[in-house]
């Protein structure tokens, strides 16, 4: 029973992004609805950026900014006492390009609806079929 | 269809849990994550850059080629939403809209018919009906300023604290966005132009790579920054402070002119003529 709690309280996080994973991943496969599909899109981004940032954590340990420091000079900075920023770092970008392909997703849904009036994919292939 | 996907779905999920079991525990200070190259980034941080804000220091110096071709995908994708939406054949309405501020009336004015100029008094409407809000417009007015500070200064302050040309670039944006979606993109327009912003964005990036360039020609490495002291005469640890500043003013603008772009597009479907 002990050692239940302790796996439950070191990767229950990790289950909970595997967990917000699949909600994406099924919103992609499923869903017919193209918006819909963008969204579950969006939320498997979110996944895997919350993931990212968890494997930066360290116990006793504060953010990336290094405290009391202005300019250069002798400071015994521990790597122990701060968390690890490259995840953060890789995790800003991720956000930032995130929105950009959004933004390109939504601006093909645009075309795709001018084309077809529609932004239902079962319809979208039966139009297809027709031509 | 439903259920092929939820077994799939389901079977990845359970594999991938299966995995986790596997993974250091959650905040384990000796995980693969946090032993290799993190530790040297967080102790020499200091002593090469002079930046207090490790993740500055790493965005911008350490992998500063990655962070250059970041902004290069950014701005391609709003060069992408251009060329897919924008359509520059103009197709004048039938009818115009404008509103009499002070009272409230609002004219249809046929083709043909004289327009009103555009002044305090009388406002061009779009051809849905746009409600006359004083409320939103008038708040909208008074935080935007605001916004805009804060924005310069996550920007400028990403050297001591959680900031820098990204955070600082999307607030920016915002604060077009704001104003276009609380009065009306026509006036957002007027305000930035279209080619201004693309402008604006294409600096950005060229004052990124400028930078690097600029290295280069001094007799450094592309993007060493510590070669521009022989510009600012400072010694080279200072420099590189000053370097990483100056990449991020180049990130924030081509982040803010993306952004305020893809605004444009998306809202008008390219036409950029009325939007929401």
């Known amino acids: 029973m002990h050692d239940l709690t302790l796996i439950l309280m070191s990767k229950l996080n990790y289950w909970i992004y595997i967990l917000l994973m699949m909600i994406g991943l099924y919103a992609m496969i499923v869903k017919n609805n193209l918006v819909k599909k963008i969204i579950g899109m969006n939320i498997l981004q979110t996944a895997v950026i919350l993931f990212f940032i968890s494997i930066g954590a360290k116990n006793k340990a504060t953010i990336p900014i290094i405290e009391h420091a202005h300019g250069p000079g002798n400071h015994a900075v521990s790597a122990a006492h701060y968390i690890n920023p490259l995840p953060h770092v890789l995790m800003l ?39 | 269809m439903k259920v092929l996907g939820a077994i ?3 079977l990845f999920g359970s594999l991938l849990i299966y995995c986790t079991l596997d993974f250091p525990s959650w905040g384990d200070p000796a995980s693969p994550a946090s032993t290799h190259v993190s530790p ?34 950014i701005f391609s994708a709003g060069i992408a939403c251009f ?3 924008r359509s520059f054949k103009r197709i004048e309405p039938d009818t115009r809209l404008y509103r009499h501020v002070p009272t409230g009336i609002t004219f249809r004015i046929e083709k043909g018919g004289r327009y009103p100029r555009e002044s305090v008094d009388f406002e061009r409407i779009d051809l849905q009906w746009v409600p006359h809000d004083l409320i939103i417009k008038t708040t909208c007015r008074m935080i935007i300023p605001f916004i805009q500070i804060f924005a310069l200064y996550v920007i400028a302050h990403g050297h001591h604290s959680p900031g820098g040309g990204f955070q600082g670039g999307v607030i920016l944006g915002a604060s077009v966005i704001i104003f276009a979606v609380s009065h009306n993109l026509r006036s957002s327009t007027n305000r930035i132009s279209e080619k201004n912003v693309v402008l604006l964005s294409t600096t950005g990036v060229l004052l ?8 280069l020609l001094l007799g450094s490495n592309f993007l060493d920054y510590s070669a521009l002291s022989q510009i600012f ?44």
């Open chain 1, 93 to 131: 970008t991720a956000i930032v390009v995130a929105v950009a392909t959004l933004g390109v997703a939504l601006a093909l849904i645009i075309k795709l609806h001018q084309q077809y009036r529609t932004l239902e994919e079962d319809e979208i292939l039966a139009q297809l079929k027709n031509e």
């Open chain 2, 8 to 10: 799939i779905v389901l």
């Open chain 2, 40 to 73: 040297y980034y967080i102790e020499n941080t200091l002593e090469d850059t002079a930046v207090p804000n490790i993740v500055t220091a790493v965005l911008a110096d350490y992998r500063g080629y990655d962070t250059m071709f970041e902004t290069v995908v």
């Open chain 2, 83 to 85: 060329f897919l939406l």
């Open chain 2, 208 to 215: 990124y790579a400028a930078t690097g360039g600029l290295c």
């Open chain 2, 233 to 276: 005469g400072v010694d080279s640890v200072t420099a590189r402070s000053f370097g990483i500043l100056l990449v991020e003013i180049g990130v924030g603008m081509a982040v803010m002119a993306v952004m305020i772009s893809l605004y444009y597009n998306l809202a008008s479907a390219g036409k950029q003529d009325e939007g929401l």
